[in-house]
C-alpha cells in the first residue's frame, strides 16, 4: 500500500495489536472518500497479516470523526453518489475478520458513528458524543445507521436521535447499549489497547468464528444463528487450539495457542 495522507497505521508484533488512527485533525477527521479508501486498504493488509490478532480504529481527543466530509458530497447529484459506490467501499470494513475496537474520544457522529458501530466493539472517553445528525443537513443516515443504532440502542432511542439529531453522551451511550464502557478521556487509549491485548491473547482460530457467530446473530434470525453458531463450533474441534486450550485447562497451565 502506498503511503496513505489521512490514516496512520502502526502494528505491534509483541502484542499482535493494530491501530489504525484516522487523521484529519482540522476537518474533525471528516471521512472523505479517499480516507474510507485508505481505510479499507489497511483494514485489508491487516486482516491477511497473520501476525495481526486485534485491531483498534481511533480518531483524536476532539473527535473519533464527525461524519462523511459533507464539503465533497454538497454538489453530488444521486447519480453521482451511485456511481461513487461508497457501498463497496463500507462493505468491505464490516467484512474484515479480525476483531475491530473503535476507541472514540469526542465527535462519533453521522457516518462516524456509523463507522464504530461498524466495529465489533466500543471503548470511549467521557467525552465521547455520538449522534446521527444527518436529518439538520437534509439527509439520513447512509452507512447503517438507521440498522445498526435501532439494533443497538433500541427504536425509541434510535428514532429520536436519527429524526432530531440529538447527540447523546458516553454515559447514556453506555446505559443505551450503545458501547462497551466509558473511562476518562486520559485512560481510553489504554482502555482499549488492554481490550485488545485480551482478545489477542485468546485462539485467533476462535476469535474469528466466535466473532463470525455472533454477526450471524445480530444479522439473521435466531434460528439461522443457531445453526451457524452450531457449525462453528464443530468447526473448532478440528484444531490444535482447541485441544491446547482444553488440556492447558486440565494441566492447569496458560495455554499457547497456534491460530491453527
Ligand atoms: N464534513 C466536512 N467538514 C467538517 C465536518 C464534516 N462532516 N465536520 C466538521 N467539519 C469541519 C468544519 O467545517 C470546520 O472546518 P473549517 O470551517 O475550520 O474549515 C472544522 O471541521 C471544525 O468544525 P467546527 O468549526 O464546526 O467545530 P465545532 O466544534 O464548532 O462543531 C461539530 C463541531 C461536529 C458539532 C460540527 O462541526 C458539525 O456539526 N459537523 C457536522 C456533523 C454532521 O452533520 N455529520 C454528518 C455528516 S453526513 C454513505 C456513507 C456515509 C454517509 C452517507 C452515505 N454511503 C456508504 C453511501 C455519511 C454521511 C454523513 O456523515
Known sequence: MQTPEFILVTTNYDTHIALIQLNRPKELNALNLQLMLELKEALRELDANDDVRAIIITGNERAFAAGADIKQMAGKSAIDMLNIDQFTTWDSIKKTKKPIIAAVS???????????????????SE???????????????????????TRAVGKALAMEMVLTGKFI?????????????????????????????????????AVRLAKESVLQAYNGSLDEGLVFERKNFYLLFAGEDQKEGMAAFVEKRAPLFKGK
Open 106 to 124: 469526542g465527535f462519533a457522529l453521522g457516518g462516524g458513528c456509523e463507522l464504530c458501530m461498524t466495529c465489533d466493539m466500543i471503548v470511549a
Open 169 to 205: 453522551s458516553a454515559d447514556e451511550a453506555l446505559a443505551a447499549g450503545l458501547i462497551n464502557r466509558v473511562v476518562p478521556v486520559e485512560l481510553y487509549m489504554n482502555e482499549a489497547l488492554k481490550l485488545a491485548r485480551e482478545i489477542a491473547a485468546q485462539s485467533p482460530v
Open 127 to 149: 467525552t465521547a458524543k455520538f449522534g446521527q445528525p444527518e436529518i439538520k443537513i437534509g439527509v439520513m443516515p447512509g452507512a447503517g445507521g438507521t440498522q445498526r443504532l
